[in-house]
């Protein structure tokens, strides 16, 4: 099954302390953009790339796109103020109506097989996220005082990419901007729908390059992929 990749790539990179967008921040002299662009571009499963940038920004990614050989880049749209704003402008740029992924730009180290699973899921039932299960002991606090200590079987982290039926997601996204609602992902916004979204077990490694601290670990995944792991 074919599907179609929407990369809000707006960011600013504010908790990064980069002074720039940190997608534009290399690892082994290549921007992490490009490593996250370069999983989707290999893919031979993945049919278009939409990506969601800053107006101020779009000439330069063009021209790196083009230098590191990325093709399958369909269409460039300007990001919104928010991620979710950012996501909707990328469902309507998108030319393909099947299923689409949406994935964080600062992620470049998700798996193809997770992808694929991904992809066959939504297929089937409509919505999939890629999540891992939580490794440390959750306790639920209010005001700074431990309420209760919750059971971590039944928590996931949730990660990207998270894949959908395009009707369902343009669906949900739709209705969250015509209610003004802001959800924390995709998933957040089809569950107000009063539908089923389903997990996708993925890996540690696929991390978010958020912090200072990511790069480092960034260059550990790096190290590890290229030993065959």
Not at 194 to 208: A, P, R, W
Request: glycine content about 6%; overall charge negative; aromatic content about 4%.
């Amino acid at each position: 099954m074919m599907y179609t990749v929407l990369l809000p790539a707006a960011g600013s990179g504010k908790r990064m302390g980069a002074g720039q967008n940190k997608l534009f921040l290399e690892l082994r002299q290549i921007p992490i953009l490009i490593h996250t662009l370069r999983v989707f571009e290999q893919d031979s499963k993945c049919k278009s790339i939409v990506l969601a940038v800053k107006k101020e920004e779009q000439t330069f990614i063009e021209q790196m796109l083009i230098k590191h050989h990325i093709t399958k880049v369909v269409a460039i749209t300007e990001g919104g103020a928010e991620r979710q704003h950012s996501v909707y402008a990328c469902l309507k740029s998108s030319p393909d109506q099947g299923i689409v992924l949406v994935h964080d730009a600062a992620r470049p180290f998700i798996k193809q097989v997770v992808i694929h699973q991904l992809v066959q899921t939504a297929e089937e039932s409509g919505a999939a996220v890629a999540a891992v299960r939580a490794k440390d002991t959750m306790k639920k606090v209010e005001n700074g005082i431990i309420q209760e200590t919750v059971d971590r079987e039944s928590l996931w982290v949730i990660q990207t990419p998270q894949a959908f039926q395009y009707a369902l997601l343009e669906k949900a996204e739709r209705l969250a901007d015509k209610d003004c609602f802001l959800g924390t992902d995709e998933a957040m916004l089809v569950e107000r729908l009063g539908e089923q979204v389903h997990i996708v077990e993925s890996t540690y490694d696929n991390v978010k390059m958020t912090t200072k601290e990511d790069l480092l670990l960034g260059e550990v995944i790096l190290n590890k992929h290229k030993q065959g792991d």
